[in-house]
């Protein structure tokens, strides 16, 4: 018999048949509240679940009892109880590798948007303010050969400082967990500790996980040490920055502005200060939102749970060391 698996997003045609063909599938809006209760049945059942969202902690885990194997269709992990899946022996896998291109272009426009002021002057442009050959008030700040600061020297950090480095001309610096023998030897990345970092780039991007360390890391503290004319950059995850904090340093100028894909509650209130500051470009969490990376995010996502199933859980799994009390197989 084919184990039984939840799909909570829809799926393209040809990766909805590859699932089928190797599980028995039920097909759910979500995993909300509402949702949750209306298959609760279905929920008990599944031995796989595969999506994006929800938030897998005890109280949702208490409702899948035959878990086997979650694939989230994400990078981010955050959203589950990692230790609540490995005391269950549930593997988790994810997809980390099929965003990161995408992710280090749209954290190279947030760049360019901020220095350049793109939406405003657009949006002035658009409102027909452009009258004669602009002014000063208009100017923005050049990019290249100023110094990007690289908060979190992973996969997309590197993606990253290539863009900025060989593109731009930027110098880099980083900082991580640990030094990056290829971004200093590729991108001349200079290892910094986090404070100087703030001090020094003229650009401080934020590409971390969210984690009990990383929670508010970028706090007020912190953003008082950037430059004046220094630019924030978050598409990691919302609260690894203290958003008031943030907001109180763009009001009152101890930066210069900020460029944030990323917030501590999304989607992102209407009411929030930061819709109103004109020098903050907001976006609706668009890292990895193309046509071809979330497709190949969701194949992937199907690829892993194939995997898992089959014991396979050499890539892309978060905890392999649960491969033997899943019971999934070989691993
Ligand atoms: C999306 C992301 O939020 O992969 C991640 O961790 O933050 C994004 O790609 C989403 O999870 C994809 O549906």
Known sequence: ??????LYKPLADDLRQRLDA??????IEGLDEEHVKKYASVLEKAQGIIGSGGKFDQKMLDRL????VASTISAGYDKYDVDALNARGILLMHTPSALTETVADLLMGLVLSTARRLPELAERTKAGEWRENVTADWFGTDVHHKTL????????????AQRAHLGFSMPILYNARRRHAEAEQRFDATYCDLDSLMAAADFVCIILPLTDETHHLINRERLAKMKASAILINAGRGPVVDEAALIHALENHVISAAGLDVFEREPLAADSPLLRLPNVVALPHIGSATHETR????????DNLIAAFN??????????QVANAAGTGRS
């Open 65 to 68: 009892p035959q878990l086997k």
């Open 22 to 27: 190797h599980f028995e599938v039920t097909e």
């Open 1 to 6: 018999m084919k184990p039984a698996v939840v």
């Open 311 to 320: 014991g396979q859980v050499q890539e892309n799994c978060v905890n392999p």
């Open 295 to 302: 497709y190949a995010m969701d194949a992937t996502g199907v």
């Open 149 to 160: 600061g690289v908060v979190g020297m992973g996969r997309i950090g590197m993606a990253l």
